[in-house]
Structures are given as C-alpha cells and as structure tokens.
C-alpha cells in the first residue's frame, strides 16, 4: 500500500468522489472507506497489480475505485439501482471495474461472468453477512483471501456487537475459512469490525 506520511493514498486519476489529492494521487480517508480503516487500524491484504477482486456491495464505488487503482480488475456487485447509476460512471473512467447488477446472496447470477479471484471483498450490511461470504467463497482461488467487512448493528440490533462479531467468526471457521485478523474499525467506523480469512490450500 502506499503511504505519504500517515496519508493512505492510491494512485489513480482524482475527481471520483471529490477526493483530496496528495502528491499527485488520491488520498483514500478510514472515515469514508472501511477498507481504508482497516489499513489504519489493522494489516489488512496487500493490494497487488496482479490481483483480481469480486466486490460485493459495491454502492456507488468509492472504495472499489481506490481498489481498482491497485489491481489488475474489480468485478463489482451492486444490488440497488441508484448507486448503480455512480458505479457506473466510475466503470466509464476506469477500464479494469466490471459491474455487475445482481444479488450478492445468489452468485449462481453472476458465476458466469466473474474469474477465479485473489480476494473477496464483502461490504453488504445485511443479516446474512456470513452467509453471503460463504456462498460467494467459492469464487477465491486456492489460498484466496476474504475481507469481510462486518456491520453488527445489521445483523442483529438486540444482540451486543461482540457477540455478532464472535459469533459470525466462529460461523466463518465452520466453514472451511482460516481466520487470520479480526479488528474492529474503531474509530472510523462505530459497531463495525472486519473480518480477514483464507481459503484453506486445496480446498
Ligand atoms: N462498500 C461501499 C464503499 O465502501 O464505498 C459501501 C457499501 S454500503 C455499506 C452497502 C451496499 O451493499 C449498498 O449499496 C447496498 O445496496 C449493497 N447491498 C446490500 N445487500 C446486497 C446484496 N445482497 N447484493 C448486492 N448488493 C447489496
């Protein structure tokens, strides 16, 4: 990752989200990106110029375009039509997102259009969390990572977030997946951790 002082930055073309730029790329803020957060409070999955990601719930593609800026493709899915619309346009300026409107909960939609992936990246907000990441693991290559970016308060309100967050970890694990960080995402962003797996070798 790249780092200008204490400023996570990546370097693309600006002007996406009104972004500030910092020595010619654009800074990537932990208040307004999760996965920037995770870089600032966490370790995170290097980006690499040779990695492929499957986004889910891409929105209007603020952290897919800083993600893009890193990697070889970004294959995005979004399910609402409005922040559609944003993504987009970020797909219009940079040739290596793919969007995909679908349902992140039903990836037999979209398995024909999406390679074998070096990371998972799941940002969707909803009760099922873990369920959606072990439907779409079979997406990662052998040694894949997943980045699950986990909003408690989503999954269940009446429950305390540590208990979401333990429970959806040992969920995770039953699965197959190889917990490698867990954090939380304060103070950038209340009551939401993420989550960092691996596919297990073989697999
Ligand atoms: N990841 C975004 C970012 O950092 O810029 C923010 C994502 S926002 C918290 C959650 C997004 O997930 C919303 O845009 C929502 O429409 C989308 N979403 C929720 N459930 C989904 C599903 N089952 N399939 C596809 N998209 C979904």
């Known amino acids: ?20 730029m910092l020595g010619g790329s654009r800074v990537w803020a932990p208040y307004r990106s999760k996965l920037s957060a995770l870089y600032h409070v966490g370790t995170g999955i290097e980006l690499t110029p040779g990695m492929r990601v499957l986004y889910l719930g891409a929105a209007n593609g603020t952290t897919v375009s800083h ?31 793919m969007p995909i409107m679908a349902d992140a909960s039903r990836p037999e939609q979209y398995a024909p ?18 369920a959606i990441a072990i439907r779409n693991a079979p997406f990662l290559k052998n040694g894949g990572s997943l980045i699950l970016m986990l909003k408690t308060r989503s999954v269940d309100v ?23 960080e867990s954090v939380w995402l304060a103070p950038y962003h209340r009551d939401h951790a993420a989550i960092i797996g691996k596919r297990a070798e073989g697999e």
């Open 1 to 20: 990752m790249i780092w200008i002082g204490d400023v996570l930055v990546s370097p693309g073309e600006g002007g996406v989200y009104n972004e500030r």
């Open 67 to 97: 993600i893009a800026d890193y990697v070889e493709v970004v294959y995005s899915v979004e399910f609402a039509p409005r922040p559609m619309q944003d993504l987009l346009e970020v797909a219009r300026r940079r040739k290596n997102v």
């Open 113 to 130: 259009l999406v390679e074998p992936v070096d990371l998972l990246y799941q940002d969707v907000a909803q009760p099922d969390q873990a």
């Open 158 to 180: 009446r429950k305390e977030p540590a208990e979401v967050f333990h429970d959806t970890l040992e969920i995770l694990e039953a699965s197959g997946m190889v917990i490698r």
